[in-house]
Every structure is written in structure tokens, then in C-alpha cells.
């Protein structure tokens, strides 16, 4: 088995925004400024927005938090949002999910400037995304591609199986690989498939993220295929100090004598998010600056 650790990926990627950045600023502009907005006190949540921060400050970013109690008005999240939109000193809006369910999270989503939509999720940057147009991708199919380049893994002409169909991962995911330059031969899957082996076993690459352990196992997987591995579940272990431990969607232990390459879980696709957040707002500023 061929490990795809990701902590050096993202270090990779970290290194090369932090000299672009202070070139970008050298060049007399403005630093990149990100804003989020965090409702709530999720543990996941917060932890997110912190690592979030820390990155920015650390590549010489703006950043700006709004942070609202759970039970905070939708009115008001849309108001903060149309004045981020109009704040010249402000790059990039991220609106840290899930929203409480009081809250429309698509009409959040929907709010923000398709040209401060640093998450990629709106309905311009996802359209964008399926035409091949200039947009900005969302951070965790973005991670992949980072990944997979950086471990010089082929995808030209290549047979890809995404299992999962979210906004966030699985769709934008099957429409990167089908573009031109990627040219991958795409097959979208979920929990639903019947005879799911039928099409990971002629996959040359998995890409799995249905948020459901053990959705596949080495049985699932040829010699020579690479396993991306989007799920991190939390299982609970006594063993642990926190009472839990973080899995993937795939078994990792079960491919352990296998001729696989795989990304674990943690260390895996997790540690690229934060990293292509951050590729993406000062891209963000690029393109305000131009």
C-alpha cells in the first residue's frame, strides 16, 4: 500500500502563497482580506474557523470574523452578507456550514458575490465550473486535484469513479475530472448503487465521500487503482482521550497488503481545504485588483 499523506501537500501549496502573497503585496497592493462568518458554537465548527485564521494571518491575509449566537435572526446573516459584498476591503466570504435550521443555507450561499465566493459553491461559480469557464472551484475538489498532481498520479484518459453526489464534493468533483487538461472518463455513484463493485473494480481512481464508514474495502478495489478519501467520521473509541476516533469512508486497514495508493484518514484530503481557501482568496484579490 502507497500512503498519499497530505501534510505535505498542503505545506507545499502553503510555501508557494506565502511567497506569491508578498509578492502580490510587494507590487503595491492591498493584502488579500478574507471575512467569515461562523453562527453558532459547533466544536467542529469553531475549530474549522480557527484553523481557517491561522492560515490567513500566517500568509499575510486580512482576516475578518463575524461570529452570532445560534439563534440569530436569517435577516441579519443576509444583511452582514450584502455588506461584505459591498466592502471594497474585503476579498473573500466564507460562511462556515452547516447554518442552524432556521437559517436557508442556499439562500446564504446564493447571497454572496459570485466574485467573493471563495467556497465556489453559488450558482455562477458552479455553473462556470460545468462549462469550463474561469470560476472559483470548491476547496476540497481543488484539494484532490492538488494531490493527485503533486503525487504525479495520471488522470488523462483514465476511468474515475466518484462515489458521492454532494454540491460540496461529489458533483463539482465529477465535473473537474471531465474537463479538458483532467480528461478523466467519469462515472458518478452513491449509497444507492446497486452492484457498486461493478464500477469501482474498473476504476483506475475512487474518489469516495458519502459521510458513511466503511462505504467500501479493499474487495472494492484493483491492483494498481488510487483511493481518494474524502469521509472523516467520527467513531467512538474508549480508548481515546476524547472518547472518539476520525475514519474515512473507506477501510483503510483493509488495504494494507494491497497494491493500492491511498489517502488516510486523518492526514488525508482533510488538510487541503484550508490550504485551497486560501489559494482561492488571494486569487480573489487578483482578479478585484486587476
Do not use: W
Not at 29 to 38: I, M, R, S, Y
Not at 93 to 116: T, Y
Not at 151 to 160: L, P, Q, S
Not at 242 to 257: E, H, I, M, P, T
Amino acid at each position: 500500500m502507497k500512503r498519499l499523506g497530505c501534510k505535505e501537500v498542503a505545506a507545499s501549496v502553503m510555501d508557494n502563497l506565502k511567497r506569491e502573497t508578498e509578492l502580490f503585496i510587494g507590487e503595491g497592493n492591498k493584502a488579500p482580506a478574507l471575512a467569515v462568518v461562523l453562527v453558532g458554537h459547533d466544536a467542529a465548527s469553531e475549530t474549522y474557523v480557527r484553523k481557517k485564521a491561522e492560515a490567513a494571518l500566517s500568509l499575510g491575509f486580512m482576516h475578518f470574523q463575524y461570529s452570532f449566537d445560534e439563534d440569530v435572526e436569517e435577516a441579519e446573516i443576509l444583511g452582514l452578507i450584502e455588506n461584505l459584498n459591498n466592502d471594497e476591503n474585503v476579498d473573500g466570504i466564507l460562511v462556515q456550514l452547516p447554518l442552524p435550521r432556521h437559517i436557508d443555507e442556499r439562500k446564504v450561499i446564493n447571497a454572496i458575490s459570485s466574485d467573493k465566493d471563495v467556497d465556489g459553491f453559488s450558482p455562477i461559480n458552479t455553473g462556470r465550473l460545468l462549462i469550463g469557464d474561469d470560476c472559483f472551484i470548491p476547496c476540497t475538489p481543488k484539494g484532490i486535484l492538488e494531490t493527485m498532481r503533486f503525487y504525479g498520479i495520471e488522470t488523462c484518459g483514465k476511468k474515475a469513479v466518484v462515489i458521492g453526489r454532494s454540491n460540496i464534493v461529489g458533483k463539482p468533483m465529477a465535473a473537474l475530472l471531465m474537463q479538458k487538461g483532467i480528461d478523466a472518463t467519469v462515472t458518478v455513484c452513491n449509497t444507492k448503487t446497486p452492484d457498486l463493485k461493478e464500477y469501482t473494480l474498473a476504476a483506475d481512481i475512487i474518489i469516495v465521500a458519502t459521510g458513511h464508514p466503511d462505504t467500501i474495502d479493499s474487495s472494492y478495489v484493483r491492483d494498481g487503482a488510487v483511493v481518494i478519501d474524502v469521509g472523516v467520521n467520527r467513531i467512538e473509541d474508549a480508548t481515546k482521550k476524547n472518547g472518539f476516533r476520525l475514519v474515512g469512508d473507506a477501510s483503510y486497514q483493509s488495504f494494507k497488503d494491497r497494491d493500492v495508493a491511498i489517502t488516510p484518514v486523518p492526514g488525508g484530503i482533510g488538510l487541503m481545504t484550508v490550504s485551497m481557501l486560501m489559494a482561492n482568496t488571494l486569487e480573489a484579490a487578483r482578479r478585484r485588483r486587476a
